[in-house]
């Protein structure tokens, strides 16, 4: 039986297992963001707010934990979030179809269009 002799470990200093502070601080962030990022699934489904708005508020509470903020802090940074998601979220074009949902259907008489056609005179035939 032929067996490779095993590896010694590397070193205590060696590059593989010294993380930098940059590099700790990346692996934070983007822990941080993953976080947030499931919460604010897991709030859009279960309090009916919008997705928008659960994104808002666990980017605020990731933020918060990061800056250890006091409850009240967290709290007001939230409803800061929310406030500048909305308020950058409002439509700015004057067009009806660019507002997303805010213009008010047209409401359907149940005359089909052949019907109207009919009616208005539009497409006889000679």
Known sequence: MNK?????APPA??????????EQQKIMESRQREEAAVIAKIECFFERI??????AT????????AQNLSAEETEALIKQ???V??????????????KGGSVAPVSNTGESRSELSRLLGIGKRD
């Open 4 to 8: 490779k002799p095993k590896r010694p």
């Open 13 to 22: 200093t060696s590059k593989s297992f010294i993380r930098s502070k940059e």
């Open 50 to 55: 919008t997705r928008e708005e659960a994104k």
């Open 58 to 65: 666990a980017r605020a509470r990731a933020q918060a934990k």
């Open 81 to 83: 979030a929310i406030e």
């Open 85 to 98: 998601r909305t308020e950058r979220d409002k439509p700015q074009s004057p067009h009806a179809w660019k």
